[in-house]
């Protein structure tokens, strides 16, 4: 047998009223911050940023392969 009951733990836990607070405000500022329009610039901006990176790293890889490919195709088998 375990040491520890672990699912009377987390229903404990997950019953007790600081957490039903915690999580309503937890939902309550994450309800706020999606209506503001700043954070809003703001995550679209950090996801263009990521596909731009997305994007020169594929570029950067595939520029390393390039004269693995050439070297490969040099006498046109596919071997």
């Known amino acids: 047998m375990a040491p520890f009951d672990f699912s009377s ?16 405000a937890a939902a309550d500022s994450v ?10 610039k703001l995550g679209a901006g950090l996801m263009r940023s ?5 994007r ?8 390393a392969w390039a004269p693995i490919d050439a070297l490969a195709d040099r006498d046109g088998s596919d071997v």
């Open 9 to 24: 733990l987390i229903a404990a836990t997950t019953s007790s009223p600081w957490f039903t607070a915690w999580q309503r």
């Open 31 to 40: 309800t706020a911050a999606a209506r503001d329009p700043r954070l809003v």
């Open 50 to 54: 990521q596909m731009l990176w997305a």
């Open 56 to 63: 020169a790293a594929q570029t950067a890889w595939q520029a």
